[in-house]
């Protein structure tokens, strides 16, 4: 199974930058595509990224231009660049694989990762 494991949460203000990394060991034999969701206690769980297995990238119109999406297949780690963040960004961030178009099926047998806490202060 492809299970990613979260990692570069922390506190900013207003207008800082974090740099979230997602270790998936697999994902790149496997052809994994790989998304970044986000929680919070007031809020239900939002896809806001998704790199792919043919490198194409998306996002969550409320994250365009501030945030990147990005991998190092060598390291079967995917990045979310994460700048001019906001207070709304504030939220428990996890990544999932997903099978995409030609995945298999151990990209969706991991299951959810525990995630790793990003907060923005005003």
């Known amino acids: 199974q492809v299970q990613g494991m979260e990692s570069g949460g922390g506190s900013v203000q207003a207008g800082g930058s974090l740099r979230l990394s997602c270790t998936a060991p697999?994902?790149?034999?496997?052809?994994?595509?790989i998304a970044w969701y986000r929680q919070s206690a007031w809020k239900q769980r939002e896809w806001v990224s998704t790199?792919?297995?043919?490198?194409?990238?998306r996002y969550t119109d409320s994250v365009k231009g501030r945030f990147t999406i990005s991998k190092d297949e060598a390291k079967d780690t995917v990045y979310l660049q994460m700048n001019s963040l906001k207070p709304e960004d504030t939220a428990m961030y996890s990544c999932k694989a997903w099978s995409g178009t030609i995945g298999s099926m151990a990209c969706v047998t991991g299951g959810w990762g525990q995630g790793t806490q990003v907060t923005v202060s005003s």
């Open positions: 697999g994902f790149t034999s496997n052809r994994c595509d």
């Open positions: 790199v792919s297995s043919d490198d194409s990238t």
